[in-house]
């Protein structure tokens, strides 16, 4: 089941709140979800590539640092950039989120494609933004990119575990 506009309000009242550090929570909130802000955007760096495996022994992330706004925006060209949302998420652990782009990104020639946010994580996630327009892409931050939709488990889980459990 999504969860509506009523019960995304009375989440975002619990203790804790699905989501925090909201600048405009009416704004935020749609229909179908709510959305997610840019604080930070990160370009990678370096030689060494990232590195994923089956049990997660030889992953490794690979080296990023931000960019730094000028006047409170970036013009991005094509390529990936990391972005870090300004929203802490708490989702309980009989909630998992959806991620999808905003379609004015998309219709920008951009998009941000989004993992599964687990029941049980709290943090301040990342997403990974393709600029793919020739002429790039102006941000400014505290932009809304990501729309997350919320589903309703049919039973409560042991929650998300895994190692970006408080990030940010």
Known sequence: ?????????????????LMENLPDPERQ?????????VAEVERFIGETPGSLDFDNSARR???TEPLPWKD?????????????????????RNIIALGKPRSSLLR????????????????YGQGLLVVHHPAGLLLHRRARV???????????TTGYQGVYQGEG
Request: proline share 9%; aromatic share 6%.
């Open 1 to 17: 089941m999504i969860l509506a506009t009523d019960e995304l309000k009375k989440l975002l009242r619990a203790t804790p709140p």
């Open 29 to 37: 909130l749609t229909t179908n979800g709510l959305d997610l802000t």
């Open 61 to 63: 992330l690979p080296e």
């Open 72 to 92: 409170d925006s970036l013009l991005l060209p094509p390529g990936g950039w990391l972005i870090r949302y300004a929203e802490k998420v708490n989702l309980p």
């Open 108 to 123: 920008m020639g951009a998009t941000l494609p989004s993992a599964v946010w687990d029941a049980g994580y709290s943090g």
């Open 146 to 156: 990501l729309q997350l939709v919320f589903h309703q488990l049919s039973s409560t």
